[in-house]
């Protein structure tokens, strides 16, 4: 029997909650929404460190943050760097497959393959390695239709401001994604299984979606934001006042705009996704392919005054995932699944499918085994981010997708939450006394996932707070580095 081919459709900060699929009535995603129909719909799937960089570094390497080294963005904790000594493309790359990358990767130098055969990029704004131009960019420039750049609308790359789309539609990069996909399957070595990982850089800012959706949403009534009755401590003037706010009350139009901008470019990518699956079905690969849809993390929307990623939150930290197996693999026992999963499993799910040997340095677990409806050694799922916009951030959490529970270290705030009531996390338990007893008890979980590490967050008993402390960093990271750069020096 032939290995199936991968396709691993990936969005960057989309939320959970933004697809038909998950019960969003107001979103069109006709074509996700099918593929959750001939799929599997994981409830409870969420990002272990939920913005780009640490997110992505779980994607290629199965690995929890801890063991990445990165464990946020900036103090200390990246770039992602090389020297990982498996990652998913490298391993599929062994295992005869033909991998390509489209689209958004994050990878440092920007050039470095991390085991794919070859990389298309789009990075947006980011041009960080010595005289690199994005093959995005390089294309738009030389066919853009007048003088402007590719975000001469004004909006920044993190901003809370949304307006249309300022080029012609073929220029945008959601379809340049597509259309290089679709060539990169037209490239492909035809004597191997492929594995393409298609990597979009919106709905992340700027909310610029095309006119066609984001006139469609302001027409819409689009979901509020919600905001929990702890909400206030984030409603900072001097915050809110900047153009990439990451917190602070905006006004109803300005979130109403950012809310259609931001559903406008995820209906934008559900089309052009449409075009990607009728080429598989045109070429006749659609059954024999395995299909995996995700995001690296959310995006809060201005939910409890806040803005773009990084927290413990729904809005953040709650992904979608959508597996559609190939034909070769059967019919998945259950539909919808809500035992956590995170991104680390997405590796060892797919090398499982392919019949590729997991390493053992993959600390995800296939959710291929939940798929068949067996049960997994997983209870509960633990996430956490290193200081990135302000200490106030700073965060370690846990969840079973029924409870969750939030340690803030560097202000000593508990937050527990009652997801069953609900998602809107917007009535914090942790001071309630009828709560008592559940808080302790997740507590105490939390002490015991952070006691191994010898890092100064537990005494083995108590959570210890971190006010005035260092940064907290991981040594994998420099380990990690150390021995890559001797392999240079060989």
């Given at each position: 029997?032939?290995?199936?081919?991968?396709?691993?459709?990936?969005?960057?900060q989309?939320?959970?909650?933004?697809?038909?699929?998950?019960?969003n009535?107001?979103?069109?995603?006709?074509?996700?929404?099918?593929?959750?129909?001939?799929?599997?719909?994981?409830?409870?799937?969420?990002?272990?460190?939920?913005?780009?960089?640490?997110?992505?570094?779980?994607?290629?390497?199965?690995m929890?943050?801890?063991?990445?080294g990165?464990?946020?963005?900036?103090?200390?904790?990246?770039?992602?760097?090389?020297?990982?000594?498996?990652?998913?493309?490298?391993?599929?790359?062994?295992?005869?497959y033909?991998t390509q990358?489209?689209?958004?990767?994050?990878?440092?130098?920007?050039?470095?393959?991390?085991g794919?055969?070859?990389?298309?990029l789009?990075?947006?704004?980011?041009?960080?390695?010595?005289?690199?131009?994005?093959?995005?960019?390089?294309?738009?420039?030389?066919?853009?239709?007048g003088?402007?750049?590719?975000?001469?609308?004004?909006?920044?790359w993190?901003?809370?401001?949304?307006?249309?789309y300022?080029?012609?539609?073929?220029?945008?990069?959601?379809?340049?994604?597509?259309?290089?996909?679709?060539?990169?399957l037209?490239?492909?070595?035809?004597?191997?299984?492929?594995?393409?990982?298609?990597?979009?850089?919106?709905?992340?800012?700027?909310?610029?979606?095309?006119?066609?959706?984001?006139?469609?949403?302001?027409?819409?009534?689009?979901?509020?934001?919600?905001?929990?009755?702890?909400?206030?401590?984030?409603d900072?003037?001097e915050?809110?006042?900047?153009?990439?706010?990451?917190?602070?009350?905006?006004?109803?139009?300005?979130?109403?705009?950012?809310?259609?901008?931001?559903?406008?470019?995820?209906?934008?990518?559900?089309h052009?996704?449409?075009?990607?699956?009728?080429?598989?079905?045109?070429i006749?690969?659609?059954?024999?392919?395995?299909?995996i849809?995700t995001s690296?993390?959310?995006?809060?929307?201005?939910?409890?005054?806040?803005?773009?990623?990084?927290?413990?939150?729904?809005?953040?930290?709650?992904?979608?995932?959508?597996?559609?197996?190939?034909?070769?693999l059967?019919?998945p026992?259950?539909?919808?699944?809500?035992?956590?999963?995170?991104?680390?499993?997405?590796?060892?799910?797919?090398?499982?499918?392919?019949?590729?040997?997991?390493?053992?340095?993959?600390?995800?677990?296939?959710?291929?085994?939940?798929?068949?409806?067996?049960?997994t050694?997983?209870?509960?799922?633990?996430?956490?981010?290193?200081?990135?916009?302000?200490?106030e951030?700073?965060?370690?959490?846990?969840?079973?997708?029924r409870?969750?529970?939030?340690?803030?270290p560097?202000?000593?705030?508990?937050?527990?939450?009652?997801?069953?009531?609900?998602?809107d996390?917007?009535?914090?338990?942790?001071k309630?006394?009828?709560?008592?007893h559940?808080?302790?008890k997740?507590?105490?979980?939390l002490?015991?996932?952070?006691?191994?590490?010898?890092?100064?967050?537990?005494?083995g008993?108590?959570l210890?707070?971190?006010?005035?402390?260092?940064?907290?960093?991981?040594?994998?990271?420099?380990?990690?580095?150390?021995?890559w750069?001797?392999?240079?020096?060989?």
């Amino acid at each position: 029997m032939s290995k199936p081919n991968v396709l691993f459709i990936m969005t960057d900060q989309q939320r959970w909650d933004s697809l038909g699929c998950y019960g969003n009535s107001v979103i069109e995603t006709a074509n996700l929404d099918w593929l959750a129909s001939e799929g599997v719909v994981f409830e409870n799937a969420y990002s272990s460190c939920p913005s780009c960089v640490p997110a992505r570094a779980s994607i290629m390497t199965g690995m929890h943050p801890w063991n990445t080294g990165i464990l946020g963005m900036g103090n200390g904790q990246g770039p992602m760097g090389g020297g990982f000594q498996h990652t998913l493309p490298g391993e599929l790359s062994k295992a005869a497959y033909h991998t390509q990358g489209v689209g958004k990767m994050h990878f440092h130098p920007q050039r470095l393959l991390n085991g794919f055969h070859s990389t298309f990029l789009d990075e947006s704004g980011r041009e960080e390695s010595p005289g690199f131009i994005s093959d995005y960019r390089q294309w738009f420039n030389r066919n853009k239709t007048g003088d402007f750049d590719i975000v001469d609308h004004g909006i920044d790359w993190n901003s809370w401001m949304a307006r249309p789309y300022h080029a012609p539609e073929f220029l945008h990069p959601t379809n340049w994604t597509v259309n290089q996909s679709i060539e990169a399957l037209k490239r492909r070595d035809p004597s191997k299984p492929f594995f393409l990982m298609t990597s979009f850089a919106r709905p992340h800012s700027p909310y610029d979606a095309l006119p066609y959706y984001f006139d469609l949403y302001q027409k819409k009534q689009v979901p509020e934001p919600y905001v929990g009755d702890w909400a206030s401590i984030h409603d900072v003037e001097e915050d809110a006042a900047k153009p990439d706010a990451w917190r602070g009350v905006r006004s109803k139009g300005e979130i109403r705009r950012a809310r259609a901008g931001y559903y406008g470019s995820i209906h934008h990518i559900d089309h052009q996704i449409g075009r990607l699956l009728l080429y598989l079905q045109k070429i006749q690969q659609l059954e024999n392919t395995l299909i995996i849809f995700t995001s690296d993390h959310g995006d809060m929307l201005g939910d409890h005054n806040l803005w773009r990623k990084t927290y413990a939150y729904e809005g953040s930290a709650h992904i979608p995932m959508i597996v559609r197996l190939p034909e070769s693999l059967g019919k998945p026992s259950y539909k919808r699944i809500d035992a956590p999963v995170l991104l680390q499993d997405i590796m060892p799910t797919i090398l499982e499918a392919t019949g590729t040997e997991i390493p053992e340095t993959v600390d995800g677990i296939s959710m291929l085994g939940l798929i068949r409806g067996e049960q997994t050694e997983r209870s509960y799922i633990h996430g956490e981010h290193c200081t990135c916009y302000s200490e106030e951030q700073e965060m370690q959490y846990l969840t079973d997708g029924r409870m969750k529970y939030i340690w803030l270290p560097r202000v000593g705030i508990e937050q527990l939450f009652d997801l069953t009531e609900g998602r809107d996390e917007t009535i914090n338990l942790a001071k309630k006394k009828e709560y008592s007893h559940e808080l302790q008890k997740w507590r105490a979980r939390l002490v015991a996932e952070l006691s191994p590490r010898n890092a100064g967050l537990t005494d083995g008993d108590q959570l210890v707070n971190q006010s005035g402390k260092p940064y907290l960093t991981s040594p994998k990271y420099k380990e990690r580095l150390d021995a890559w750069e001797r392999e240079f020096k060989k």
